[in-house]
């Protein structure tokens, strides 16, 4: 019976953790990371990327490299952007680009460039 009342808590607890976690849709403001998942191109997969939203300022960091893509938020919107525009190694133009929004407790996104498009699923930390 001590088992049951124990275990009974704690699952308690932890939907209560979980009802309580703000919705990314409502309130997006925080660190979300995850790893981008190549689905044509050559894509920095290797390590997690940084989905930073804070004020009106949103950055993304892919593969937590040193290129950080910039934008802005507007409070009541679901949709998170951020770009970045540079020249490659040949002085061709280049940008890179992030597109997110909400997907239940976290954040999808699309990043794309000239050689890489891919998907990411981010969980606030």
Same mark, same amino acid.
């Given at each position: 019976?001590?088992?049951?009342? %124990? @275990? @009974? %808590?704690?699952? &308690? *607890? &932890?939907?209560?953790?979980?009802?309580?976690?703000?919705? #990314?849709?409502?309130?997006?403001?925080?660190?979300?990371?995850?790893?981008? $998942?190549?689905?044509?191109?050559?894509? #920095?997969?290797?390590?997690?990327?940084?989905?930073? $939203?804070? =004020?009106?300022? $949103?950055? %993304?960091?892919?593969?937590? *490299? #040193? &290129?950080v893509l910039q934008g802005s938020?507007?409070?009541?919107?679901?949709?998170?952007?951020?770009?970045? @525009?540079?020249? =490659?190694?040949?002085?061709q133009p280049l940008t890179m680009?992030?597109?997110?929004? #909400?997907?239940?407790?976290? $954040?999808? *996104?699309? %990043? *794309?460039?000239?050689?890489?498009?891919?998907?990411?699923?981010?969980?606030?930390?």
């Amino acid at each position: 019976m001590r088992f049951h009342l %124990f @275990s @009974s %808590f704690v699952l &308690l *607890g &932890l939907l209560t953790a979980c009802a309580g976690a703000p919705d #990314p849709g409502h309130d997006p403001e925080g660190r979300w990371v995850g790893k981008l $998942i190549a689905d044509q191109g050559t894509c #920095p997969t290797a390590r997690s990327s940084t989905l930073q $939203i804070r =004020d009106k300022n $949103i950055l %993304f960091t892919p593969e937590d *490299g #040193p &290129l950080v893509l910039q934008g802005s938020y507007k409070a009541g919107t679901q949709h998170y952007h951020a770009e970045l @525009s540079m020249q =490659d190694v040949n002085h061709q133009p280049l940008t890179m680009v992030f597109n997110g929004y #909400p997907v239940g407790q976290t $954040i999808g *996104g699309l %990043f *794309g460039t000239n050689t890489c498009h891919a998907h990411i699923t981010m969980t606030r930390q």
